[in-house]
């Protein structure tokens, strides 16, 4: 079964940068999986962020497509997210997941156990 | 895409059964069968309880079911225990894109 393990600075400086790895096991990230981000602020609800597949394919969120980029590390078998210019409204826990799609199938059956990121100087 | 439409709460005593609706469009729910379910505990990540909108991933009790009919799908939690109490979230897949309902929070009284 598919592990994932986010990580990287729980703290950013408003327009700074936020930049997070999660780490794959149990599973290669050249499968034909998709690899996820997703954010929750305190108390709130979840939020896809983004994917990106084992070749380097994207999809961003519209909201946040300007100041997102996701990469993957094959060898470290391992795929990140940068976030530009952040501000106190990009304080959230961030999740990484494994994003299983077919012709007739779409869902996450693995996520990572998030990392809370905050915004402030 | 708006994010899908949940109701914030629903409670129920245990040993009832309760049901959470998930309200989107032809686009997404209606459209296809990628509607899922996540169990979320305080401070916990997400747990998949149902996907391809009726199936259970292997060890998820069968107390818990889905169901689509149009634009609307359904989580069914039957015999409530004081476990289940978490919030539940739905999605679904389209366009290239995830899309999650704002989540119901479940209070077993």
């Known amino acids: 079964q598919v592990q994932l393990q986010e990580s990287g600075p729980g703290l950013v400086k408003p327009s700074g940068t936020l930049s997070l790895t999660c780490a794959v096991s149990?599973?290669?990230?050249?499968?034909?999986?998709?690899w996820t981000w997703v954010r929750q602020s305190p108390g709130k609800g979840l939020d896809w962020i983004g994917e990106?597949?084992?070749?380097?394919?994207?999809n961003y969120t519209p909201s946040l497509k300007s100041r997102v980029t996701m990469s993957v590390d094959k060898p470290r078998n391992q795929f990140s997210l940068k976030l530009s210019s952040v501000t106190a409204a990009d304080t959230a826990f961030y999740y990484c997941?494994?994003?299983?799609?077919?012709?007739?199938?779409?869902?996450?059956?693995?996520w990572g156990q998030g990392i809370l990121v905050t915004v402030s100087s | 895409q708006s994010a899908l439409t949940q109701p914030a709460s629903v409670s129920g005593s245990p040993g009832q059964s309760i049901t959470i609706s998930c309200t989107g469009t032809s686009s997404d729910v209606g459209g296809y069968n990628y509607v899922s379910w996540y169990q979320q505990h305080p401070g916990k990540a997400p747990k998949l309880m149902i996907y391809?909108?009726?199936s259970r991933p292997l060890g998820v009790s069968n107390r818990f079911s889905g169901s689509k009919s149009g634009n609307t799908a359904s989580l069914t939690i039957s015999g409530l225990q004081a476990e289940d109490e978490a919030d539940y979230y739905c999605?679904?897949?389209?366009?290239?894109?995830?899309?999650f309902g704002g989540g119901t929070k479940l209070t077993v009284l």
């Open positions: 997941a494994t994003l299983y799609c077919s012709s007739t199938s779409c869902y996450y059956p693995g």
């Open positions: 990106i597949s084992h070749s380097g394919s994207a």
């Open positions: 391809d909108v009726s």
């Open positions: 149990g599973a290669s990230i050249s499968s034909d999986n998709w």
């Open positions: 999605s679904s897949y389209t366009n290239s894109r995830g899309i």
